[in-house]
């Protein structure tokens, strides 16, 4: 009799010490168990389980940009098969949420013993008992409406670089943000300019309702947009209003698309 295939999981968890505990918990509890995707962010998860569509996804539910739920929700068609976990802070409002369906969760700090419950859990289940994407929209609102409110509201203006002058702009007039190594482009309709941040770091800072990732290095605002074209791939590309080039958006990515 030919041997099973080892179960393969995704770690999610933009703390990396959290996320390096979790890996060294999870590989003592399940010695057999494969890491194929350490992320730090629901971007590189999202891309990391359509590329790997592992058995299990361990996904913190506060991360910047995509949280953990929406990740998941986005799981139900990349990756339809994966068992998901959620590893949250907060306690007895998601703990109660989670019980009800068949999704499991892990508080933090995991323990060794509430791990070994979870490893039991994944073990004996299928993936066809998941939960599906109506229990997860249902838990998103729950989370949603009784999690801590961030302190600071969205911006509304940045200061960027272009050569040697600093330049005010609006985050209205911004139509995309793109990745440049340890900074970020930001690009207007007159041109473009260098913000010294990282893009991960600008998620948690925009107004998540008008700017949307589209991709783990592009952030555009929805009120750039002008099209969204879906190609026979999956993937999608996003013309612009008041620029001539145009964006593509990931395969992952269209999924959040369809959901808006």
Do not use: C, H
């Given at each position: 009799m030919s041997k099973?295939?080892?179960?393969?999981?995704?770690?999610?968890?933009?703390?990396?010490?959290?996320?390096?505990?979790?890996?060294?918990?999870?590989?003592?509890?399940?010695?057999q168990l494969q890491i194929v995707a350490e992320c730090e962010d629901g971007a590189e998860a999202l891309e990391a389980l359509a590329e790997h569509r592992p058995d299990i996804a361990f996904l913190d539910i506060r991360m910047p940009g995509l949280t953990g739920i929406d990740v998941a929700t986005a799981a139900a068609e990349v990756s339809p098969q994966t068992q998901i976990v959620f590893v949250t802070a907060y306690d007895q409002y998601a703990i109660d949420a989670f019980e009800q369906?068949?999704?499991?969760?892990?508080?933090?700090?995991?323990?060794?013993?509430?791990?070994?419950?979870?490893?039991?859990?994944?073990?004996?289940?299928?993936?066809?008992?998941?939960?599906?994407?109506?229990?997860?929209?249902?838990l998103a609102q729950q989370l949603a409406?009784?999690?801590?409110?961030?302190?600071?509201?969205?911006?509304?203006?940045?200061?960027?670089?272009?050569?040697?002058?600093?330049?005010?702009?609006?985050?209205d007039d911004i139509a995309y943000f793109r990745a440049d190594n340890k900074y970020t482009t930001v690009v207007t309709a007159e041109g473009e300019a260098l913000l010294r941040k990282p893009i991960r770091e600008l998620l948690d800072v925009l107004d998540a309702t008008m700017f949307k990732q589209i991709h783990r290095?592009?952030?555009?605002?929805?009120?750039?947009?002008?099209?969204?074209?879906?190609?026979?791939?999956?993937?999608?590309?996003?013309?612009?209003?008041?620029?001539?080039?145009?964006?593509?958006?990931?395969?992952?990515?269209?999924?959040?698309?369809?959901?808006?």
């Open positions: 099973l295939p080892p179960s393969t999981a995704l770690v999610a968890e933009d703390e990396a010490l959290l996320r390096q505990a979790l890996i060294d918990s999870l590989r003592s509890a399940w010695p369906g068949a999704i499991d969760y892990l508080l933090k700090p995991v323990t060794p013993e509430r791990l070994a419950v979870t490893v039991q859990r994944l073990q004996q289940r299928s993936a066809a008992t998941q939960t599906g994407a109506d229990a997860l929209s249902e409406s009784r999690e801590p409110k961030r302190g600071a509201p969205p911006l509304t203006w940045i200061t960027a670089s272009t050569g040697r002058e600093t330049r005010l702009i609006l985050v290095s592009t952030i555009v605002n929805l009120k750039a947009i002008a099209s969204i074209v879906r190609d026979d791939s999956g993937k999608g590309s996003v013309r612009l209003r008041n620029r001539p080039e145009t964006l593509t958006v990931s395969q992952p990515f269209m999924t959040l698309f369809r959901t808006m």
